[in-house]
């Protein structure tokens, strides 16, 4: 038998989920949690072979989540479960530890069978995935994990990582150092960080550049 959780702060995915799993007698599911932290405090006692885990949740989101399971609870597998498709990810996911990333638009044999490989040991990537691989364009999502950065401001962040200052980057863009100034706020508001050595940290973490 599979004891698995979901974690998952979106009601319809988590009973559609269930009702899914009703049906299956290998997999047991054990508990349902909104969010990271309680995900967490539910491990510390529990019995669980595999956590279905979404990346975008309130307290503590999935990638940190997941990157505590890797450290701390060795023997759990995690499989991701996510409407995002975009290569980083799935690449920061699976270098956090996760053994499998599952789109939230897979068909419910593609669910079953995903959690039996990844419980088996194996590595499980949405079949929707591969594509991401080759160079197609990923879709564009907008939150506080992956926020909606123009193309301009992607110019500046690119620069500022580069050590340049606001004059050099207006120099090399051809913009005033009031715009850089207006680019860099906006940057700092959406990525969520207070500075620029953190604009820099979630750059490089993130594979902007």
């Keep these: 038998m599979i004891r698995l ?5 979106h009601p319809i995915i988590v009973n559609g989920v269930k009702t899914l799993l009703e049906r299956e007698q290998e997999i ?16 510390e ?12 949740m309130p307290e503590m989101n999935g990638i940190d989540a997941c990157r505590i399971i890797k450290n701390k609870f060795t023997d759990i597998k995690v499989l991701v479960f996510s409407q995002y498709d975009e290569k980083r990810f799935v690449k ?5 530890g996760a053994k499998g990333y ?7 044999n593609e669910i079953i069978n995903a959690i039996k490989m990844v419980h088996s ?9 591969p594509d991401i691989f080759d160079g197609r364009k990923p879709t564009s999502k907008s939150d506080y994990l992956f926020p909606d950065i123009s193309a301009r401001e992607l110019d500046v962040l ?14 090399a863009l051809f913009i005033s150092p009031h715009t850089v100034e207006t680019h860099r706020a906006n940057l700092l508001l959406k990525v969520g960080v207070k500075n620029t050595a953190g604009l820099v940290k979630w750059a490089v973490e993130n594979e902007v550049i």
Aim: aromatic letters at 2%.
């Design 5 to 9: 959780v979901i974690a998952d702060d």
């Design 28 to 43: 047991e599911l054990v508990k349902e949690v909104s969010n990271g932290s309680e995900l967490i405090s539910f491990l």
């Design 45 to 56: 006692g529990s019995q669980v072979d595999v956590v279905l885990l979404d990346i975008n």
């Design 92 to 96: 920061r996911l699976l270098k956090c």
């Design 102 to 108: 599952l789109l939230k638009n897979s068909g419910a």
């Design 121 to 129: 040991g194996g590595m499980y990537l949405s079949k929707d995935l």
């Design 158 to 171: 690119k620069l500022i990582c580069n050590e340049q200052n606001t004059q050099e980057i207006a120099d």
